[in-house]
């Protein structure tokens, strides 16, 4: 394939996160998107050409600029060196499937039912081509286990939280969708691999963190207990690195 059909179907796949990243979270079900402004519905001629909204004049939002860029470059990169045992068209699927999962757990706080179902399906397919169909079972029970237990322990610490505020405003410290996309992760990395996978993006997510109080307590806007975070972004991030990256399997595996 050419180097300039995988900058097309780079651009596709950014316009189908940008998509799914806009109806999903809002109208729960396929359909034309709406301004998040004033929630005109735009015809299809203006959300596939970027145009403001009709109604409001509202612009499109960076995030959709980002995403098609990222699109396309990644893409490239994925034709350039695609993963030994997908291949460039399944791994284009799958980090299409990252991007949906980042945009919207980002925007939203959310990792919606349907987007786990189709992530279930396409990770058991992944999976059983890298590591097998029994493998990637066990790592897809592992990894929705070993977050169901992270799960139950900071609904522990939100009844705790919610005492010491006087109430309960709804933040959890780590949502039921965080162990639904653990679970997908682990269909996809196989056991073991799906324990470093996580182990990345516990970590990584946990600095994210720390550096968002620190700016919070220099700008003097920190409260106790009042800094939450979005895992499924770095979760998914964990799993990219060990997915598309050779380097980071020789690192644990020496493959």
């Known amino acids: ?3 300039t059909i995988s900058l097309v179907f780079g651009f596709i796949a950014g316009l189908l996160v940008n998509f799914f990243s806009d109806v999903l979270p809002i109208q729960r079900q396929l359909a034309r998107p709406t301004c998040s402004s004033c929630s005109s519905t735009y015809t299809w001629k203006d959300y596939l050409f970027f145009s403001p909204c009709r109604n409001c004049g509202k612009l499109r939002s960076l995030r959709t600029l980002f995403v098609l860029l990222a699109g396309i470059v990644l893409s490239a990169a994925l034709w350039s060196n695609p993963p030994a045992h997908l291949g460039y068209w399944l791994g284009l699927l799958v980090l299409t499937y990252f991007g949906m999962v980042v945009v919207i757990d ?3 706080h959310i990792i919606m039912h349907v987007v786990t179902l189709a992530g279930a399906i396409l990770g058991l397919l992944t ?3 890298q590591h097998g169909l029994l493998n990637a079972i066990i790592g ?3 990894g929705s286990g070993v977050m169901l237990t992270f799960y139950w322990l900071g609904t522990l610490f939100a009844r705790y939280r919610a005492k010491k505020l006087g109430h309960d405003d709804g933040e959890e410290a780590l949502g039921f969708g965080d162990v639904t996309i ?3 992760i682990g269909l ?3 056991w073991p691999l799906v324990m470093y996978g996580l182990a990345i993006g516990v970590i ?3 600095l994210a963190s720390l550096v968002l109080v620190l700016v919070l307590i220099v700008t003097r806007r920190y409260q106790t207990m009042s800094v939450f ?3 499924g972004p770095y979760l998914v991030f964990g799993a990219a690195i060990l997915i598309f990256i050779p380097q980071a399997l020789s690192v644990f595996f020496g493959k």
């Open 188 to 190: 996809m990395l196989g």
């Open 106 to 108: 980002f925007e939203h």
């Open 204 to 206: 990584v997510g946990g």
């Open 127 to 129: 999976g059983s081509l």
């Open 229 to 231: 975070t979005a895992y």
């Open 1 to 3: 394939m050419n180097m």
């Open 182 to 184: 653990s679970g997908v």
């Open 140 to 142: 897809g029970l592992a």
